[in-house]
T-cell receptor, first 113, second 115 residues
């Protein structure tokens, strides 16, 4: 069965610094991978997704993620953090055999002024 | 008002009571999903609907949980004889169709507190 592991339930970065949120997946077949963001008191919003095309995926708000099969990773990055990036981020995986998306436990990103 | 809406936004109930949570999907979306979000546990898949049918109920945690969807639109998640461990945020999402090709749009959730 597919699964995702997000390293670090809380990550703090300074405003203007690099954001790196880690996600490793497990899937026996080529996966589809997603990053969602949840702002306070809001529902989840899709940031970006990997669907077996380009390995470097660009999303909204300046975020991007790179699919690395050899490392089974799909880390999320942003070159320069902004205060408005403070939120909870979820990595998710879906393989081609069913219609469910399996979410990680989430990483809460804190931006320090 | 084009997004997924859920009601109530907050629900406080006593242990043993039944609760009903409602989800109004985006108009035209045939697929509807329910998730449970517990503190530090991420999102737990509960059930999904394609139209009015639920081909996969495997995520429902116990027989106290049930869900229905009528008219291919509104869905209700019912929890009978609530327990304190049912306290969580219940999220609903809808998409144009099933599968990973279709982006899921999430509602704001219902925060359930069982005393």
């Amino acid at each position: 069965a597919q699964s995702v592991t997000q390293l670090g339930s809380h990550v703090s970065v300074s405003e203007g610094a690099l954001v790196l949120l880690r996600c490793n997946y497990s899937s026996s077949v080529p996966p589809y991978l997603f990053w969602y963001v949840q702002y306070p008191n809001q529902g989840l919003q899709l940031l970006l997704k990997y669907t077996s095309a380009a390995t470097l995926v660009k999303g909204i708000n300046g975020f991007e993620a790179e699919f690395k099969k050899s490392e089974t990773s799909f880390h999320l990055t942003k070159p320069s953090a902004h205060m408005s990036d403070a939120a909870e981020y979820f990595c998710a995986v879906s393989d081609k055999r069913d219609d469910k998306i399996i979410f990680g436990k989430g990483t809460r990103l804190h931006i320090l002024p | 008002g084009a997004g997924v809406s859920q009601s109530p936004s907050n629900k406080v109930t006593e242990k043993g009571k039944d609760v009903e949570l409602r989800c109004d999907p985006i108009s035209g979306h045939t697929a509807l999903y329910w998730y449970r979000q517990s503190l530090g546990q991420g999102l737990e898949f509960l059930i999904y609907f394609q139209g009015n049918s639920a081909p996969d109920k495997s995520g429902l945690p116990s027989d106290r949980f049930s869900a229905e969807r009528t008219g291919g639109s509104v869905s209700t998640l019912t929890i009978q004889r609530t327990q304190q461990e049912d306290s969580a945020v219940y999220l609903c999402a809808s998409s144009l169709g099933l599968g990973r090709f279709n982006e899921q749009f999430f509602g704001p959730g219902t925060r359930l507190t069982v005393l």
